[in-house]
C-alpha cells in the first residue's frame, strides 16, 4: 500500500479532513478509539488479503504500535 493511499484510508478511519504526520503518535490523535482500531484491522487485513505472501494483521501487533508510521509499516510488512 502506498503512503498516499494509507493516509487517504486513515482519513477515513479516524473522519479527519487531514492526517497529521506518519511520526504523529497515536497518543496525540483524539480519534483514535476502539472503533478506529478495528476499522484499522479490518482494513489493513483486507490489505494483506490482495497480496498472496503478505503478513496477517492482528491486535497484539496493532495495541503495540506507537505511530502512524508503525501501523503504515504493519500493513506493508511481507
Do not use: C
Not at 60 to 71: P, S
Amino acid at each position: 500500500m502506498t503512503e498516499e493511499v494509507f493516509k487517504k484510508s486513515m482519513t477515513d478511519i479516524l473522519y479527519r479532513e487531514d492526517l497529521p504526520d506518519l511520526d504523529t503518535p497515536l497518543k496525540d490523535i483524539v480519534e483514535w478509539d476502539s472503533v478506529a482500531f478495528v476499522a484499522f484491522v479490518a482494513m489493513a487485513s483486507e490489505n494483506a488479503a490482495s497480496y498472496e505472501n503478505a503478513a496477517k494483521i492482528n491486535a497484539a501487533d496493532v495495541r503495540n504500535a506507537e505511530t502512524l508510521r508503525d501501523l503504515y509499516n504493519l500493513v506493508n510488512r511481507s
